[in-house]
Structure formats: structure tokens, C-alpha cells
């Protein structure tokens, strides 16, 4: 599968190998592990660029390649479209998406979130924002629906918003194999679905040409950093995106 440019399904280690969250955590190192192992790093590592902070893309191979899943891929195919961001418990991803979907201006954006907090620090940095305490059935029809809700509500919003031949994308994570959309509607307007892991290695070079530009910047979304020494304390607290450094 690496050959074939999806390496995030690698025959050689055990399939959803990963880093941050078990199971692959408990082989390949957590999200504070002090050192994690990296198999084939020669091919898997990408060297940051000087100039660029490392704690403004300590996400780069996972939350800001979500990006790129959830929208940048698309934006040849949506030129002068539109899209919705439905925000919710994958916090970081909506926001980090939002912003790259508004600062690269080559389609409208609209974030949507039933959170306050999240909604007025998206419309600081000057994304378009709708806010409802509970979301609506519809926000309309948008050509590009990214979907980083990780609840039932916003799944449901984002499945009934779709244009014509519109593009669903998904960074949630619902532990069930029984979720329903509306399949019937899917089928009479046309829908394309993107569920799945990040392509990361695949990812992060598309999405660091435009940091390395300066036309999107990850660091933010960046609303807290703590020691390794105060990781655990800081890690209890509310917070957006958390970079945890050892200095």
C-alpha cells in the first residue's frame, strides 16, 4: 500500500498503526511519550522549514493534514463554491480547516457551531460564522460539507446541506457501524463521501506549501502551551489546540 500512496494503511505493521491514540499509541508512542518509534522514519519524516515556528504546526501530521483530507484536495473541483464547517468536539480540525478555507479565499466558508466559545474565536480571526444553541435540520446547500461535529446533531446538519453533486467529508469518529444518512436524497442529487484515517505523509507536503506561502497559518489556532513538566495539569484544562513542548 505504500507503494500505491497510502501509507497510512501499510501491510508491514498492524493495520490502524498510528501515534497518539491506542491501539498504535501502545506500540509506537502516546501524545507525551518521551520517544516514539517511527518505522521506515527516512521515508515517513518530513524536515520543517526554517522560518516556521514548530509549535505554530506541532499538528501538522495530524490535525492540520486534516485539512487537507477534509478540503484542500477538493479546491480545484469547487473553484467559486461554497463550503460549510460544522464545528463541534473535533475542535482544532474545524477551526484549523475554517481558516485554511478563508484565508486561501478561493471558495466562501462558513463555520457553523453550537459552541460560543469556539464561534467567537473563529469570528476573531475573521471566518464567517453562524452560531445556534442547537443545530438546525439544514444551513442551506453548500458544494463542500467538512464535518468535524463528532456528534449525531452536527453529523446530521452536515448530510442534509449538500448542493448538487456537493463532496461530504468527516473527521468524526462515531464508535458504531450503524449511522444513518439520508440515503435517498444521496442518491437523487449525487454525493461524494470522504470518511477515513488521514493520509499524513501524503498530507503534510500538500498542506506546508501553504504555510511555507504564508497563505494559511496553522499557529493561530494555537491557544495554549505548556512544559512537559506541566503537561498533565495543562491537558485538564479547556483549551482549543494545546502544544505541549520539551524545551
Not at 504546526?57 to 473541483?77: Q, T
Not at 466562501?108 to 464567517?128: H, N, Q
Not at 444518512?181 to 493520509?199: A, C, M, S, W
Amino acid at each position: 500500500m505504500c507503494s500505491s500512496r497510502i501509507s497510512n494503511s501499510c501491510e508491514t505493521v498492524p493495520l490502524t498503526s498510528g501515534f497518539g491514540m491506542p491501539p498504535g499509541a501502545n506500540h509506537f508512542g502516546g501524545a507525551l511519550a518521551d520517544l516514539v518509534h517511527i518505522p521506515y522514519a527516512s521515508q515517513m519524516l518530513l524536515k520543517v522549514p526554517q522560518g516556521i515556528d514548530p509549535i505554530s504546526i506541532a499538528s501538522l501530521s495530524d490535525n492540520i493534514s486534516e485539512v487537507w483530507k477534509l478540503a484542500g484536495k477538493y479546491l480545484p473541483r469547487i473553484k467559486s463554491g461554497n463550503a460549510l464547517v460544522v464545528g463541534g468536539e473535533a475542535s482544532s480540525i474545524g477551526l484549523y480547516t475554517a481558516l485554511f478555507l478563508h484565508q486561501t479565499k478561493q471558495v466562501s466558508v462558513l463555520y457553523m457551531d453550537t459552541d460560543k466559545s469556539r464561534i467567537d474565536f473563529a469570528e476573531s480571526l475573521g471566518i464567517p460564522v453562524a452560531w445556534s444553541d442547537k443545530f438546525p435540520k439544514s444551513a442551506g446547500r453548500f458544494n463542500l460539507v467538512c464535518d468535524a461535529s463528532a456528534s449525531i446533531e452536527g453529523w446530521n446538519l452536515a448530510t442534509r446541506s449538500l448542493a448538487a453533486h456537493a463532496i461530504l467529508t468527516s473527521a468524526s469518529i462515531f464508535w458504531t457501524n450503524k449511522l444513518s444518512i439520508p440515503y435517498l436524497e444521496f442518491y437523487n442529487i449525487g454525493v461524494e463521501v470522504q470518511i477515513g484515517r488521514v493520509d499524513s505523509k501524503e498530507s503534510m507536503p500538500e498542506i506546508l506549501k501553504y504555510i511555507e506561502s504564508g497563505e494559511f497559518t496553522p499557529g493561530r489556532i494555537v491557544t495554549q502551551t505548556a512544559d512537559f513538566a506541566n503537561a498533565k495539569e495543562a491537558w485538564m484544562e479547556p483549551s482549543i489546540k494545546l502544544v505541549v513542548t520539551n524545551n
